[in-house]
């Protein structure tokens, strides 16, 4: 009895071990998805067998070509703009094949002009994937077409129909399993951004006090803030296109990336100006320590403000400014600026 109890001591914990290593699996992106991508390419092919398709290669493949995308908002907008592009370019290889095949210098020129027209489109800013559908659509039907124009219609059809599958699927594979939401991730990726920005100022204030380098720590900071930046910019264009709120909001939010793109900006300059600690600190020190206060207090306000969405009022800020700016202008009109060096001078102005 005492072996077996022993035994089954030993089980539970390695039960627990296992149970973490699922909870930690399931946790990646990346095994999330790989299921996303799984599901939604079984459904496409169900579907595709359900409603009697020929194939159902075109369907995987734009479940293949919309899945990384992974936001909702970012794989609906391509994926209107791939069923569009398609259903364009499939009619149009169509006409063209059912009427002017056999008068090959029409067709060239016409196939010519319109696939030069739709990469010109591709490398623009307006709807660049629908017209890259369009002249993929279009050289599908006629490759296919050319040589049976009776089944032209059929090969356009089937290629739509396989493309509103894979769409479809994709969709509702998004929607329902761990869907990721672009405004979500935004308000998530600001906070930690604006944490971020809020250890390069207190990093900065420590190293203007005590005039020790703490550039590798805020060089570390300054690389991750980078890579945050430029995620909430990518999640800036997929926003809008999952919540009105947040098209409406849009510019503000744009607002808010840049200023924090300058507050980044400009606390690395003042620590690439900085050597040691600056002759001016004894003369406004009061006035600087003041500042940072305040500033801590409206980085408290600021995250407190993204989770409670409501708006921030306070002046504290603007009157701590305008008292530093009264005691510099001091400074310089009793000539004491002109003891400090010329680096330290130029931080003052």
Known sequence: MSTEATVHRRRFPDLGDAARNVGTVFADPKAIFGIKLGLAGILAVYISRLIRLDHANWALFTVLVLAPAQYVGAIAQRSIARVVGTIIGGFVGVWLVGNYEQDRLFFLVFV?????????????????????????????????????????????????????????????????????????????????????????????????????????????????????????????????????????????????????????????????????????????SPELFALHEVIQREFQMLSDALES????????????????ESRLQRVHATGTARKYSLEDALDLV
Not at 170 to 187: D, G, S
């Open 112 to 284: 010519f002009f319109y696939v030069s027209f739709c990469m010109y489109m591709f490398g623009g800013s307006i709807f660049p994937y629908g017209f890259f559908l369009c002249a993929n659509a279009l050289m599908t039907v006629c490759a296919n077409g050319i040589f049976d124009p009776t089944n032209a219609w059929h090969i356009g059809l089937g290629r739509v129909l396989e493309i509103l599958t894979g769409v479809v699927s994709i969709l509702v594979v998004a929607n329902l399993v761990w869907p990721r939401f672009a405004r979500h991730e935004f308000f998530r990726l600001a906070r930690a951004t604006l944490a971020n920005v809020e250890k390069l100022v207190n990093l900065q204030h420590r190293s203007l006090a005590s005039g020790t380098d703490l550039w590798d720590d805020a060089s570390t900071t300054a690389i991750i803030l980078r890579e945050q930046s430029l995620k909430l910019r990518a999640l800036l264009q997929n926003g809008p296109n999952e919540s009105l709120y947040f098209r409406r909001s849009l510019p503000s939010y744009t607002l808010a990336v840049v200023s924090l793109v300058h507050l980044l900006q400009a606390s690395l300059d003042l620590f690439r100006r900085q050597k040691g600690k600056p002759q001016y600190l004894d003369d406004v």
């Open 309 to 324: 969405r409501l708006p921030v009022s306070d002046d504290r800020l603007k009157t701590t400014l305008h008292a530093l």
